[in-house]
């Protein structure tokens, strides 16, 4: 399933809604004397995405159990937006986790701590999952295989990654310990 928007939103609309914001990147006008070019487009989306995904956030913190009411709302708006294509909506889901898989990973240094390698392959089993699902509804079974692998490999990237984790704290034995009790 392929998205495409009967209408695009042009470069110049988008920089207009993040300006409408208060959000507009700044301009260069070395770079840019005209403004945004539809170039930009693509990094626009994002910051615009960005600024939705804050807004979002400082309106929805969740304190108390019943504001989870107003995370809803935010879904019922992104549903009805949408529309009640739901093969539409697992595409915009993987897309989404496949973004924060790399915001996820975005490494600090040349190795992911323990807990963002399981965030990581936690998202990732997520993405391999709805994979999984959608060749299995369009009968193709080797590409279900092969998702349901990689799900299967991030699952175990997952313990890992866990694991690792409580060796960092001293919950568990790490390898060196291990071998000196054998």
């Known amino acids: 399933m392929s998205i495409s928007s009967e209408r695009p939103v042009s470069a110049e609309r988008i920089y207009a809604a993040l300006a409408a914001l208060g959000a507009e990147p700044a301009a260069d006008p070395q770079k840019r004397p005209a403004g945004p070019q539809e170039e930009d487009r693509l990094y626009l989306l994002g910051s615009l995405l960005a600024?939705?995904?804050?807004?979002?956030?400082?309106?929805?913190?969740?304190?108390?159990?019943?504001?989870?009411?107003?995370?809803?709302?935010?879904?019922?708006?992104?549903?009805?937006?949408?529309?009640?294509?739901?093969?539409?909506?697992?595409?915009?889901?993987?897309?989404?986790?496949?973004?924060?898989?790399?915001?996820?990973?975005?490494?600090?240094?040349?190795?992911?701590?323990?807990?963002?390698?399981?965030?990581?392959?936690?998202?990732?089993?997520?993405?391999?999952?709805?994979?999984?699902?959608?060749?299995?509804?369009?009968?193709?079974?080797?590409?279900?295989?092969?998702?349901?692998?990689?799900?299967?490999e991030a699952l175990i990237d997952i313990l890992q990654g866990m694991h690792d984790l409580r060796v960092a704290i001293g919950d568990a034995p790490g390898p060196e310990e291990e071998e000196a009790d054998e």
């Not at 089993?125 to 349901?148: F, K, N, S």
């Open 51 to 152: 600024k939705t995904e804050l807004e979002i956030t400082a309106a929805t913190r969740l304190s108390e159990e019943e504001e989870i009411e107003d995370v809803l709302e935010t879904l019922h708006g992104w549903g009805e937006q949408l529309g009640g294509d739901a093969g539409i909506a697992v595409n915009v889901l993987t897309n989404r986790l496949q973004r924060t898989a790399l915001q996820v990973s975005e490494p600090e240094g040349e190795e992911l701590p323990p807990g963002r390698e399981a965030a990581f392959a936690a998202v990732m089993t997520a993405v391999y999952a709805l994979g999984a699902q959608l060749h299995a509804e369009r009968g193709d079974t080797e590409g279900t295989r092969r998702a349901l692998s990689g799900a299967e």
